[in-house]
């Protein structure tokens, strides 16, 4: 199976309550008469950039497909549905007049997906601009709601900027659990393949278990880690590291830290010092600090993200365990609210399971268009 459409598969979970409860909505109120072919109702939004389907890297930059030429405001399946559905119409498909009553239906549906109440309302509306009255099939408002999901968050899908400077520094904060280890080693595992040397410091000295397990991380991608005494301080290891890194020539350097968000004060100064020894180094040091989220939480992704930013200056996010939750919306809510860019996705437990973040693509499997 290709990599795009095993993606697709593991990021399926994400779509099923959205994907059941837009068929659900529909029937609801079909009134099962034949669609009304002068008042097309899909694909009347500007189609945001198709990117291309890409390689399992998260840290190359999407390849845009040129714009579909296609003529607008006829009903017909996405560039998705084309590829993996085969182009199916669905002529004969229960309809429903698109009114207050479905529009409530859609925000209370999105409201569940966790996607925010801020964002269920705009998302909503810009559906609904335009086509009151008009009667819409399960299919069609998938894919009305795919585009706008798309479109916010076409902005936001960027993959990790690499840059010249040796060694690139990231810092990489997020609770504990969040999964910051299995994404260091993911990204490391990446980097290495693309020809790059890096070092990994295990900074959550706290925790020995933490670093044991980040040594597994770093043997399975063939990449060195630093460690220090339980207990030691962190902030000494990233000198440490840094020193390292900079003998070496490596690449990179990826820092992992505490994820103690209970003990604010003491992590953030933690957070800082980390920060101060390393600029002694490299007055721009860190190039990139990666918050590492659980898609799990739902709504507490935002929270986090709120506390993080207080913590340190985050520059970008990874997103993690979208393969195992039906809670994905909470990404739509975060690029919303936050528009931190959205540099990878977890989907499994694996090495290799880290992906770029292909905004038409996860529109598409949490909607569930597919199908
Ligand atoms: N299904 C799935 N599981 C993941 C993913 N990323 C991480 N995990 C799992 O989540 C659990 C926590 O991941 P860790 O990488 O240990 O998380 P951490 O933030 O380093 O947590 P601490 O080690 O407690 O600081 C592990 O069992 C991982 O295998 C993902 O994308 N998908």
């Avoid at 499994?348 to 499997?365: M, N, S, V």
Wanted: proline share 7%; aromatic share 4%.
């Amino acid at each position: 199976m290709s990599f795009f459409g095993n993606l697709k598969n593991k990021l399926f979970k994400s779509s099923s309550k959205l994907d059941e409860g837009l068929d659900a909505i529909v029937e609801e109120g079909a009134d099962g008469a034949a669609p009304d072919a002068s008042e097309p109702v899909a694909n009347e939004s500007p189609t945001p950039n198709v990117p291309a389907p890409q390689a399992p890297m998260a840290v190359m930059d999407p390849m845009p497909l040129p714009e579909e030429t296609e003529p607008q405001g006829t009903a017909r399946p996405g560039l998705l549905g084309r590829l993996i559905g085969g182009g199916q119409t669905d002529d004969d498909a229960p309809r429903r007049v698109l009114d207050d009553d479905m529009l409530e239906s859609l925000e209370e549906l999105l409201i569940a997906s966790d996607m925010g109440v801020d964002t269920a309302l705009r998302v909503t509306s810009n559906i609904a601009e335009g086509r009151m009255g008009r009667r819409v099939s399960a299919r069609e408002i998938k894919e009305l709601l795919a585009q706008e999901i798309a479109r916010v968050m076409e902005p936001v899908a960027r993959p990790l900027p690499l840059y010249p400077q040796k060694p690139q520094v990231v810092l990489v904060v997020g609770v504990n659990g969040s999964g910051k280890t299995t994404t260091i080693g993911k990204l490391a595992s990446q980097f290495k393949a693309a020809g790059k040397s890096v070092v990994i410091a295990a900074g959550d000295t706290f925790r020995a278990a933490a670093v044991e397990q980040l040594q597994v991380w770093g043997d399975r991608a063939g990449v060195p880690v630093l460690t220090a005494p339980e207990g030691s301080d962190p902030a000494s290891l990233a000198y440490d590291a840094m020193t390292k890194a900079q003998a070496e020539g490596a690449d990179l350097l990826m820092i992992d830290t505490a994820g103690r968000l209970q003990n604010r004060a003491d992590l953030m100064e933690e957070l800082a010092k980390i920060v101060r020894v390393i600029r002694k180094k490299d007055p721009d040091a860190p190039h990139n600090t990666l918050l590492v989220l659980d898609a799990t939480t739902g709504q507490n992704a935002l929270v986090q993200t709120e506390a993080f930013r207080q913590l340190a200056d985050v520059s970008g996010l990874v997103m993690t365990k979208l393969d195992g939750t039906a809670k994905g919306g909470v990404l739509v809510a975060l690029a919303d609210k936050f528009g931190l860019p959205i540099h990878a996705i977890g989907v499994g437990e694996q090495i290799d399971d880290l992906a770029p973040f292909d905004p038409e693509e996860f529109a598409a499997a949490l909607t569930g268009l597919e199908t």
